[in-house]
């Protein structure tokens, strides 16, 4: 049987403002410590078993209309990735090559180096409520169509 603490599960998306995926979680009801990275927000999931992070990434990959978005699992150490666009699963590069060219942070939290609680920039979807998540976006939609417009 694989150790727990061996298993690790994070979603790796395009969206460049820690709130706002961490907001999109809540309101997916997806559990997770959001960090920051050159990359975009990763979302680290609370409950890295079965289904859990696979829902994410899914559910994720809907709200964010036409983005790619990748879930890396470990398993003991058994790294494995499946990428998800408009919630429909899509063929990515193996986990090795994304681990590769990716920012430490990312290799740092797959692989259990780095907790992510401890990460600058972190937010936690505990302690966000639905309707503070909500909020969380409409200010973040008007903030970004207003630096369009200006």
Do not use: Y
């Not at 809907?62 to 058994?78: A, S």
């Not at 797959?110 to 503070?132: C, F, K, L, N």
């Amino acid at each position: 049987m694989t150790d727990p603490a061996s298993r690790r599960a994070v979603v790796v998306t395009p969206v460049p403002i820690v709130e706002a995926l961490a907001a999109s979680c809540v309101l997916a009801g997806v559990s997770a410590d959001v960090v920051p990275s050159e990359v975009g927000s990763i979302a680290v999931c609370h409950d890295p078993e079965g289904e859990v992070p696979r829902k994410a990434g899914v559910t994720l990959s809907q709200l964010l209309k036409g983005g790619l978005v990748v879930v890396l699992q470990n398993e003991g150490g058994q790294i494995t990735a499946t990428g998800f666009t408009n919630g429909a699963e899509t063929e990515v590069q193996e986990a090795g090559v994304w681990l590769d060219a990716a920012p430490v942070v990312l290799e740092d939290l797959i692989t259990g180096v780095a907790d992510p609680r401890e990460v600058e920039g972190v937010v936690s979807t505990t302690s966000m409520s639905r309707w503070r998540a909500a909020r969380t976006l409409a200010k973040i939609s008007r903030q970004v169509r207003k630096g369009r417009s200006g």
